[in-house]
C-alpha cells in the first residue's frame, strides 16, 4: 500500500534556529501534499497545500515566510520552521495524495508526525 | 466552507460493549467522509472512508459507519470493544471540489477509553 515517510520523528532546537522536516511518499508519486499542525490534545489544523514543482498554497493565519514548504519531486516535500520560537512547539504531521487515485477513490495517507520541542 | 462536529471529547466504554462514536458535518457540496485513528505521538491511520455508493462503510478492525445525508451524520460504530481500540478518533471531511488538491477539514477528535 501507499506509504509515506516522514522525518525525524522528534526534533530538539534552540530558539531561533531553523528546522526542517521530510515528508516522503516512499512507493507511489504525489502530486499534493499536505502539512498539518497539531497542538497537545487537539485536532489537526491544515496549515498548506504544495504541488509540485509550484509554490504551496497557505491557509489563513499561516506566516509563509515563517513555514517554508518545498515540493521538488514528485515524492519528497519538505516544510521549514524558520527562526523557531517556542510557540512554533507542536506536531506537525504530512499527507501525500495518492497520484494513483481517481477522484471518487480519494485515498490520502498520512506520515508518522514529527514533534517538534523549541528550548 | 465545510466543518466536523464530534459530539464527545471522551468516550468511555466497557472491554465487548458497542461503541459509537458520533460525528456530524457540514459541507455545501456532497461531502467526502473519513475516520482515522491516532496512537499517541503517532500518524494518523484511515479507519474507513465514504465517497459515493453505498452509505454503510466497512473499515479495518471491525469499524463501521454510515453515511446519513439527512442527518448530516456518519457515525463510527464497533459492535464489540478490544482494549487495543483505546486511542483518539477524528472524523474528517473534503468536498472535493478541488480536484483533489484539497486537504481535509477535521473534527476536534474523541477520545475513546476501554474498561477492562
Known amino acids: 500500500g501507499a506509504v509515506v515517510s516522514q522525518h525525524p520523528s522528534w526534533v530538539i532546537c534552540k530558539s531561533g534556529t531553523s528546522v526542517k522536516i521530510e515528508c516522503r511518499s516512499l512507493?507511489?508519486?504525489?502530486?499534493?501534499m499536505f502539512w498539518y499542525r497539531q497542538f497537545p490534545k487537539q485536532s489537526l489544523m491544515l496549515m498548506a497545500t504544495?504541488?509540485?514543482?509550484?509554490?504551496?498554497?497557505?491557509e489563513q493565519g499561516v506566516e509563509k515566510d515563517k513555514f517554508l514548504i518545498n515540493h521538488a519531486s514528485l515524492t519528497l516535500s519538505t516544510l521549514t520552521v524558520t527562526s523557531a520560537h517556542p510557540e512554533d512547539s507542536s506536531f506537525y504531521i504530512c499527507?501525500?495524495?495518492?497520484?494513483?487515485?481517481?477522484?471518487?477513490?480519494?485515498?490520502?495517507?498520512f506520515g508518522s508526525g514529527t514533534r517538534l520541542t523549541v528550548v | 466552507a465545510q466543518s466536523v462536529t464530534q459530539l464527545g471529547s471522551h468516550v468511555s466504554v466497557s472491554e465487548g460493549a458497542l461503541v459509537l462514536l458520533r460525528c456530524n458535518y457540514s459541507?455545501?457540496?456532497?461531502?467526502?467522509l473519513f475516520w482515522y485513528v491516532q496512537y499517541p505521538n503517532q500518524g494518523l491511520q484511515l479507519l474507513l472512508k465514504?465517497?459515493?455508493?453505498?452509505?454503510l462503510v466497512k473499515g479495518i478492525n471491525g469499524f463501521e459507519a454510515e453515511f446519513k445525508k439527512s442527518e448530516t451524520s456518519f457515525h463510527l460504530t464497533k459492535p464489540s470493544a478490544h482494549m487495543s481500540d483505546a486511542a483518539e478518533y477524528f472524523c474528517?471531511?473534503?468536498?472535493?471540489?478541488?480536484?483533489?488538491?484539497?486537504?481535509?477539514?477535521f473534527g476536534k477528535g474523541t477520545h475513546l477509553i476501554i474498561q477492562p
Open positions: 459541507s455545501s457540496v456532497p461531502p467526502y
Open positions: 499527507s501525500a495524495r495518492d497520484f494513483r487515485s481517481v477522484w471518487w477513490n480519494y485515498g490520502y495517507t
Open positions: 465514504y465517497t459515493t455508493g453505498a452509505t
Open positions: 504544495s504541488n509540485e514543482g509550484s509554490k504551496a498554497t497557505y
Open positions: 512507493d507511489f508519486q504525489a502530486t499534493t
Open positions: 474528517a471531511v473534503s468536498d472535493g471540489s478541488g480536484g483533489g488538491a484539497d486537504g481535509l477539514t
